[in-house]
């Protein structure tokens, strides 16, 4: 899979992704971004499906990550759901209803036991605010650069008892909440699906999501291509000669230090 190293750009209302192989780079408004994804060996589309878009006028950007039960026929329909899910609701800061018709919207097309656990997070490049709904998937890593130091990006439920952030395809008109946090200039978010944090080594151990976290301390920070390459490669070190057993996505973010372009294509 040959890098892509010259960054794209997305006009507004324009949706890239799905879970095909893929290696490149592209610049949002106020982001730069790294995206590789890799479906397990024999598998002509994987289940790890990620979409990006640019929307209100260029000052939004939409990053979805999902990770379906399944491949071939099945993932392609919940691929064309999740595409028209969200070029419904381009233009909205607000994301729960995002999630919230993405999870019914599956659930109309989804075969027996099918499910699929998402990150959706929406970035507004004027502030650096970040919202981000969890729908049950691994929690992004977070790399703050003014402390230096990394973490997971873990969401917080305002009401314990309601049944909230369950995986899509599970019941009916879930309620998804959202959380807000305020990225500064340089930091990382690096979205992972359970095919990386649940690599194995020789010995049978498994990376697992702290483990990653790890890893991620010893890598460069100074672009998403670096860091994603890096820790990419560090995966593979751990893993060792053994095939990847599921499909793999790693998306990693990073805030600029420019505010809105005004120049960005409407």
Same mark, same amino acid.
């Given at each position: ?57 260029? /000052?939004?950007?939409?990053?979805? @990550? ?5 491949? #071939?026929?099945?993932? +392609?329909? =919940? !691929? &064309?759901? $999740? ?76 009401? /314990?008892?309601?049944?909230?952030? @369950? ?5 009916? #008109?879930?309620?998804? +909440?959202? =959380? !807000? &946090?305020? $990225? ?83």
């Amino acid at each position: 899979m040959p890098e892509q190293k010259e960054a794209q750009r997305l006009a507004c209302l324009e949706i890239k992704g799905g879970n095909e192989n893929a290696r490149y780079v592209i610049d949002l408004p106020g982001l730069s971004a790294w995206v590789w994804c890799r479906p397990i060996t024999g598998a002509a589309g994987g289940g790890d499906l990620h979409y990006l878009s640019v929307c209100s006028q260029g /000052s939004i950007s939409r990053i979805a @990550l999902a990770d379906v039960a399944g491949h #071939g026929e099945i993932v +392609s329909a =919940t !691929a &064309v759901r $999740l595409r028209h899910v969200l070029r419904e609701h381009s233009d909205a800061w607000d994301q729960t209803d995002v999630v919230r018709e993405l999870n019914d919207s599956f659930l109309a097309g989804a075969g027996v036991l099918q499910y699929a656990t998402a990150f959706v997070l929406g970035h507004y490049s004027q502030t650096g605010e970040l919202l981000f709904t969890n729908a049950g998937h691994v929690p992004p890593l977070w790399y703050h650069a003014l402390e230096k130091e990394w973490s997971f990006m873990l969401e917080s439920t305002p009401y /314990s008892k309601t049944i909230a952030d @369950l995986p899509i395809g599970l019941i009916p #008109g879930t309620d998804y +909440s959202q =959380t !807000a &946090v305020q $990225l500064a200039p340089d930091d990382l978010v690096i979205l992972y699906t359970d095919g990386i944090s649940e690599s194995t080594n020789t010995a049978g151990e498994e990376l697992n999501r702290d483990g990653l976290l790890d890893l991620a301390r010893s890598v460069p920070v100074s672009s998403p291509l670096e860091a994603g390459e890096a820790l990419l490669a560090r995966v593979e070190a751990f893993r060792g000669p053994g095939a990847a057993s599921d499909d793999e996505t790693l998306i990693v973010l990073q805030r600029t230090h420019d505010a809105i372009d005004e120049a960005w294509p409407h």
